[in-house]
């Protein structure tokens, strides 16, 4: 749910990174707290566990400048990826205005990426969203395996398991070096603007 | 969940009624955030909000209430009516305002934790009407 302040003339917007167990969704908030600018970031906020998996969320709130004199606020949330975690997902995308699902490229994480995607619709839905509706993009992080002995799915794959109905834009990345990584966030940024300003009639952007 | 639009009567009134209510009475600072962990207001002296990370504490607040509530629903409860933090100098209380609305009320030992209660009910509807009409 966004928020829209008038008088301040800002807008806040919630986008959260989904996707299965150590898909890398914390490592894109990392690289963006460290590419970005200070003044452009506020603190980012982890909530992990001894092993550095995510337990709660991570918060990572952003200015990204001015769009029709709006000051454009977002703030980047993780969930934890963990089957078990499935009440926790839930309370994080509580008013989420935007995704981005983040893709596994193991082989043998290829039923994971299925069942999060299917675990946040199923999760949209108990907040009476359907994901057809929301800002989302695709993020099949982790290429640079593709070079390596590990078996791993091709887009061709990943896009068949995942995109065939949504059909919408995905990303290719390396988070932890930071390919794609601003690709993904500039796309689902404009895509979460324009969403909520068209729904306000603010201005079309 | 709709998406909320303050305006700057919205927010002229909701200070008002909260610096009225609860800055006065000696709260350190008072939140007033949405369930999404938006801040809505932030009304209180102004080193204690420069001190403050405004956006972190909103996001964890709203994380903890949903959390406990759940926590409530797993004894047979609907949600519990009290959250409250007591630290060595600095005290938290969460008070739910209307159905998507949070009230965090930072304060020391010098307020009384019935005060605040007492006070958080009272603002309740008023706040609850502004925002959520």
């Given at each position: 749910m966004a928020l829209i302040d008038l008088s301040k003339k800002e807008v806040h917007c919630k986008v959260v990174y989904y996707g299965p167990g150590r898909c890398g969704k914390t490592t894109n908030l990392l690289y963006i707290h460290k590419a970005m600018d200070e003044k452009d970031r506020g603190k980012m906020l982890t909530i992990d566990t001894k092993g550095d998996r995510t337990l709660f969320f991570d918060l990572l709130?952003?200015?990204?400048?001015?769009?029709?004199?709006?000051?454009?606020?977002?703030?980047?949330?993780?969930?934890?990826?963990?089957?078990?975690?499935?009440?926790?997902?839930?309370?994080?995308?509580?008013?989420?205005?935007?995704?981005?699902?983040?893709?596994?490229?193991?082989?043998?994480?290829?039923e994971r990426n299925i069942e999060g995607l299917e675990d946040l619709r199923r999760n949209l839905e108990k907040h009476n969203v359907k994901l057809e509706n929301m800002p989302l993009v695709l993020q099949y992080n982790k290429r640079d395996l593709c070079d390596t002995p590990i078996p791993t799915l091709t887009v061709e794959q990943l896009e068949q398991d995942l995109n065939s109905q949504l059909k919408t834009v995905y990303y290719e990345a390396v988070a932890t070096t930071g390919i794609g990584v601003f690709e993904t966030l500039t796309e689902i940024t404009k895509r979460t603007v324009r969403h909520v300003a068209e729904k306000h009639l603010l201005t079309k952007i | 969940m709709a998406d909320i639009i303050i305006t700057a009567q919205s927010q002229e009134k909701a200070g008002n009624l909260i610096v009225n209510a609860l800055i006065k009475a000696g709260v350190r600072t008072a939140l007033l955030i949405d369930s999404a962990g938006n801040v809505l207001a932030n009304c209180g002296h102004e080193q204690q909000q420069i001190d403050i990370d405004a956006i972190s504490l909103a996001a964890l607040a709203a994380a903890s209430l949903?959390?406990?509530?759940?926590?409530?629903?797993?004894?047979?409860?609907?949600?519990?009516?009290?959250?409250?933090?007591?630290?060595?100098?600095?005290?938290?209380?969460?008070?739910?305002i209307g159905e998507e609305l949070i009230l965090i009320t930072i304060f020391g030992d010098d307020v009384s934790l019935g005060l605040i209660r007492c006070r958080v009910a009272e603002l309740s509807d008023g706040l609850a009407q502004i925002f959520e009409g």
């Open positions: 709130p952003l200015n990204l400048g001015k769009i029709s004199g709006f000051d454009i606020r977002i703030q980047l949330y993780t969930v934890p990826g963990q089957v078990m975690y499935e009440a926790t997902r839930r309370l994080v995308l509580k008013g989420v205005d935007g995704l981005v699902y983040v893709a596994d490229p193991l082989m043998v994480r290829r | 949903a959390a406990t509530s759940q926590i409530a629903k797993l004894i047979g409860e609907d949600d519990f009516s009290l959250l409250f933090h007591k630290g060595k100098s600095g005290n938290i209380h969460f008070g739910r």
